[in-house]
């Protein structure tokens, strides 16, 4: 069993739509949560991190971690075209090393 | 802003080459990573290092080396390049080890 595990996609949604993005983890000792954003062709981008369980939002976006569920979702309120990319999630473990998903990508059709 | 630097974004090599890739930060971060990334994969750590002349292996070492002699750079070496090492590298760096890593845009090697 993989430590991350996130759908691939493609995920197809219209401009406007909320857009929920999600990860399974199986390490229970995780406790810090990131998302990162990665355009076609360009590096990851550090998109938001939170720490435990709870929700975390940053203007159109919001992280949310349910640590009973081992699952961590990322909504993106008003999608928009520039949205359009892949989206890792990246936990830690208490020995400071992150694990990577292998990313959903995202389609936001004008 | 943080910056990471990769030298080349595309790079074509020959089985049994010696392959240099580098990488330059230029926020004096302590700590710096090695990736590369495959369909279905993910992110793969190969190595990693916490100061100047310190090197750390990762999940997938096996047929890579690394240099690190000045804090801002960070080198990957493909000791003698096979086909299964064609990939995207990704390198990273962290001002602690406990925060999140600032990616590059990637190298993206082909070995024929």
């Known amino acids: 069993q993989k430590e991350v595990e996130q759908d691939p996609g493609p995920l197809s949604v219209p401009e406007g739509a909320i857009v929920s993005l999600n990860c399974t983890y199986s390490?229970?000792?995780?406790?810090?949560f990131m998302w990162y954003r990665q355009y076609s062709r360009k590096g990851p981008e550090l998109l938001m991190y939170?720490?435990?369980?709870g929700n975390k939002e940053d203007g159109r976006f919001t992280a949310q971690v349910d640590k009973s569920s081992k699952y961590i979702s990322l909504f993106i309120r008003d999608s928009q075209p520039s949205d359009s990319a892949t989206y890792l999630c990246?936990?830690?473990?208490?020995?400071?090393?992150?694990?990577f998903g292998s990313g959903t990508k995202l389609n936001v059709k004008p | 802003d943080v910056k990471v630097t990769q030298s080349s974004r595309y790079l074509v090599k020959r089985t049994g080459e010696k392959v240099f890739l580098e990488c330059v930060q230029d926020?004096?971060?302590?700590?710096m990573f090695w990736y590369r990334q495959d369909p279905g994969l993910g992110l793969r750590l190969i190595y990693f290092?916490?100061?100047?002349?310190?090197?750390e292996k990762g999940d997938i070492p096996e047929g890579y080396s690394v240099s690190r002699e000045k804090k801002e750079r960070f080198s990957l070496i493909l000791e003698s390049a096979s086909t299964n090492q064609t990939s995207m590298y990704l390198c990273?760096?962290?001002?602690?080890?406990?925060?999140?890593?600032?990616f590059g845009d990637g190298t993206r090697l082909s070995i024929l």
């Open positions: 990273a760096s962290s001002l602690a080890q406990n925060q999140p890593q600032h």
């Open positions: 390490n229970s000792a995780f406790q810090y």
């Open positions: 939170t720490y435990s369980s």
């Open positions: 990246a936990p830690r473990d208490n020995f400071n090393k992150f694990y």
């Open positions: 926020m004096d971060h302590e700590n």
């Open positions: 290092s916490y100061d100047v002349k310190m090197k």
